[in-house]
């Protein structure tokens, strides 16, 4: 959105990459044996491709503590929708964006990474990602 709330552009991504540590963080919270859980999504300027191995973002510039709930795709709260907005103070272009178990920036465990854009977001756009995780069986 830009600074008067317009929306600028709206799209999807069809498949995020849950990177090999949130493999290990979603054992673990199934297991009730780590605290906290996903918390918080972070976008960067980083532009290389994801890989199963990455831990941090590659240009991570802010992070935030995102919004979960619940949502219904094929069977009753299959889904987790995890949300965040992001307010920018100068210009900048993300590119890539991670979900993770803390708002400390550079901390934490990554549980997916991704790229998107570029988005050239101006002094007072917003940015509003929305992350669904569908469970399959």
């Known amino acids: 959105y830009d600074k008067n709330n317009n929306l600028i552009q709206d799209g999807?991504?069809?498949?995020?990459?849950v990177v090999n540590s949130g493999l290990s963080l979603r054992a673990a919270l199934l297991g009730g044996l780590v605290?906290?859980?996903?918390?918080?999504?972070?976008?960067?300027?980083?532009?290389?491709?994801p890989t199963p191995t990455?831990?941090?973002?590659?240009?991570?510039?802010?992070?935030?503590?995102?919004?979960?709930v619940l949502k219904?795709?094929?069977?009753?709260?299959d889904t987790l929708s995890v949300s965040a907005n992001f307010t920018f103070s100068s210009a900048v272009s993300i590119s890539e964006f991670g979900t993770f178990n803390t708002t400390n920036a550079s901390e934490g465990i990554m549980y997916s990474h991704d790229l998107i854009g570029p988005l050239s977001m101006q002094q007072g756009y917003t940015l509003q990602l929305i992350i669904n995780f569908i469970q399959l069986s």
């Open 35 to 49: 605290s906290p859980a996903l918390c918080a999504v972070a976008i960067g300027t980083g532009t290389a491709t």
């Open 54 to 68: 990455d831990t941090a973002l590659e240009a991570e510039v802010m992070r935030t503590a995102s919004t979960n």
């Open 72 to 77: 219904t795709t094929n069977v009753t709260n």
């Open 12 to 17: 999807s991504i069809e498949k995020d990459i």
